[in-house]
């Protein structure tokens, strides 16, 4: 197989790489894509870490892609893999094209070496059409690449379930339950201690995780970014939540959670901005603890306005939900996912995104729908305002009567 552009020469292997965070029900999406491409006869090579070996390449140096170490022949040992925890394939986020800001930067020699070598170990293992399995950062690398001439098809992970083009993603409704589980234990405690606890979730820049896990676990408020179209007041904010807690207390019911997104963060005052990135360049958001900002933002205002000291403490949960075992419906979903490389594939659908409409059926979203063809940038979903699953947690939020 080869694509006949920009002088890559392919072979007949199947690569398969997954990248970013982890993402309950992974193994699954891993094992049946695999198995699928085995069973019709190709070889699959799975990476190890997603890019991070690849982009390192060096082509003169045997040691800089070595089997066992960097990679592994993937073989019927992938049956035992579809309901184990965790990504067996290791995961990194290592990004090779972060200094491509448009078209015109593929072009670059310096700014496509990463990608170059990728795709120099590419043509070393005879490997001629690549599966990857990611979050946005992903999804633009693929597309990088298939510019470059290599044919991609792309399987989309988040448990933040901030894409475009598919309904739910692989391993959210895990995490939405590990963390509503968690948010019903600390419900406990606070109910228990006559507490607030201020619950700081995953999602990024979207509210998909913070709503429902919050929905599930019965928070009293659930605030994310599509709540706040500016910068965060934080002076309002914890007013709005002191009086909410004031409220709660006439009711007899001093304690809550409040549930809050991470994506918060980006919408903090400058001086509260998480500045802090990871070794590939990525903010890490966790970093700002929105929720102890807030927290001890809500314990002064409820002082001032009361006289009385309140117990209220800032609690993230989000690491303890990206590996958990995965539940019934993400394993399936993954699985299905898997195959879905395989069937775009046999269509010659490449440089597409698997997808699921009604009763799991396989569709292919083109890389075109989901990236700005100008910038290069990925498509990110919020929940929108108005619709039903807004109106769901809202509806379900505790409310400030007049």
């Known amino acids: 197989?080869?694509?006949?552009?920009?002088?890559y020469k392919g072979g007949e292997k199947i690569a398969l790489l997954f990248s970013g965070g982890p993402a309950p029900s992974a193994n699954a999406v891993i094992s049946?894509?695999?198995?699928?491409?085995?069973?019709?006869?190709?070889?699959?090579?799975?990476f190890y870490k997603g890019f991070e070996f690849l982009q390192a390449y060096e082509q003169h140096n045997p040691y800089s892609l070595v089997e066992g170490l960097h990679f592994k022949r993937l073989g019927l040992e992938l049956t035992k893999w579809r309901t184990q925890t965790g990504v067996l394939l290791k995961t990194s986020r290592a990004n090779p094209g972060k200094t491509i800001c448009g078209p015109q930067d593929l072009a670059d020699e310096s700014?496509?070496?990463?990608?170059?070598?990728?795709?120099?170990?590419?043509?070393?293992?005879?490997?001629?059409f690549l599966v990857t399995i990611g979050g946005d950062d992903t999804l633009k690398t693929g597309n990088y690449l298939r510019l470059l001439g290599m044919p991609v098809i792309h399987i989309p992970k988040t448990i933040d379930n901030d894409y475009y083009g598919i309904p739910w993603t692989f391993g959210y409704w895990t995490a939405v339950h590990e963390a509503g589980k968690a948010i019903r234990n600390l419900n406990a405690d606070a109910k228990a201690t006559d507490a607030f606890f201020v619950v700081e979730l995953m999602g990024r820049k979207a509210g998909w995780l913070t709503y429902a896990a919050g929905i599930v676990g019965e928070a009293v408020r659930m605030i994310s970014t599509e709540d706040i179209p500016e910068q965060v007041d934080l002076d309002k904010?914890?007013?709005?939540?002191?009086?909410?807690?004031?409220?709660r207390e006439r009711m007899f019911k001093p304690y809550g959670i409040i549930c809050i997104s991470e994506g918060l963060a980006d919408k903090l005052p400058d001086d509260k901005k998480p500045k802090e990135t990871d070794r590939h360049g990525n903010i890490i958001y966790g970093k700002a603890v929105v929720c102890n900002i807030i927290a001890r933002g809500v314990a002064d205002r409820y002082k001032n306005l009361t006289g009385k000291?309140?117990?209220?403490?800032?609690?993230?949960i989000g690491y303890e939900t990206r590996c958990a075992a995965p539940i019934s419906f993400d394993v399936l979903l993954g699985a299905m996912l898997g195959f879905g490389s395989y069937k775009l594939f046999s269509q010659d659908k490449f440089g597409h995104m698997v997808s699921v409409s009604?009763?799991?059926?396989?569709?292919?979203i083109p890389f075109q729908q989901l990236i700005d063809e100008k910038t290069l940038?990925?498509?990110l979903r919020n929940v929108p305002k108005g619709s039903d699953f807004y109106d769901l947690k809202e509806a379900l939020s505790f409310r400030i009567l007049d």
């Open 358 to 364: 009604e009763n799991f059926d396989i569709t292919g």
């Open 111 to 128: 700014k496509t070496k990463q990608l170059h070598n990728i795709l120099h170990a590419f043509e070393t293992l005879g490997i001629g």
């Open 1 to 7: 197989m080869s694509t006949g552009k920009k002088g």
């Open 32 to 46: 049946a894509s695999a198995l699928t491409f085995l069973n019709a006869g190709h070889s699959v090579i799975g």
């Open 237 to 247: 904010l914890c007013d709005e939540l002191a009086q909410l807690i004031i409220m």
């Open 309 to 316: 000291k309140k117990r209220i403490k800032g609690k993230q």
């Open 377 to 379: 940038v990925t498509r």
